[in-house]
C-alpha cells in the first residue's frame, strides 16, 4: 500500500472495440466496503477513444449521486499509438489527475453535512487490468484480437 503522493503509470494501450483497460485505486482497509471506501480511477480508456477517463467513486458520488459539487471526472486527450503517462497526486485536502503532465482535474475535500465526500486520505494499492466487453464499453469485436496493454513503468513518489 501506499499513502500520499504520487503515482504515475507509462502505457501504451492498444485499441480494440471492446477494450478497457484501467488504471484504479482502492483502500488498502478491507473492513470498508465499496463506495464507502472510495475508489480513485487513474485511467480508463473505452474502445478506440483519443481520450482517456479520471474518475473517483465514493459513497458521496455513488449513492447520494452528487456528481458536480465537486466534479468527479475529467477526461484528458491522449497519444492512442504511443505510449502515455497518467498520474495522481493524493493530498490530504485533494486529488489532483494528470496525463502526460497535463493537469486534467482536481477533486478536492469540501466543506458538508452530507456522508463519504471525501474516503481518500488514507493507504491505498494499486490495480492494473485490461477487461475485455462490458456495460459501459460494449459487446468485444473478435477481429480486432489479440490485443495489448505495454507497461513500461510504475512510480511512486512521496516527500520525506
Not at 103 to 113: A, G, L, Q
Not at 115 to 129: A, E, H, N, V
Request: hydrophobic letters at 35%; aromatic letters at 16%.
Amino acid at each position: 500500500s501506499f499513502y500520499r503522493g504520487r503515482i504515475e503509470i507509462k502505457a501504451k494501450l492498444q485499441a480494440a472495440k471492446g477494450a478497457w483497460p484501467a488504471f484504479w485505486l482502492m483502500s488498502f482497509d478491507t473492513t470498508e466496503k465499496w463506495p464507502d471506501c472510495g475508489e480513485i480511477d487513474i485511467m480508463e480508456r473505452l474502445n478506440n477513444d483519443d481520450f482517456a477517463y479520471q474518475t473517483i467513486h465514493s459513497y458521496y458520488t455513488k449513492v447520494l449521486g452528487v456528481k458536480d459539487n465537486p466534479p468527479y471526472y475529467a477526461t484528458g486527450k491522449i497519444n492512442p499509438d504511443d505510449y502515455n503517462v497518467f498520474a495522481v497526486e493524493l493530498h490530504q485536502d485533494s486529488l489532483v489527475f494528470f496525463i502526460n503532465d497535463t493537469r486534467t482535474f482536481c477533486y478536492p475535500r469540501i466543506e458538508t453535512d452530507k456522508k463519504g465526500q471525501f474516503p481518500f486520505d488514507k493507504p491505498y494499492y494499486l490495480m492494473i487490468d485490461q477487461q475485455l466487453g462490458g456495460d459501459w464499453v460494449g459487446d468485444v469485436a473478435m477481429e480486432d484480437l489479440p490485443m495489448q496493454m505495454e507497461i513500461d513503468w510504475v512510480r511512486f513518489y512521496q516527500k520525506k
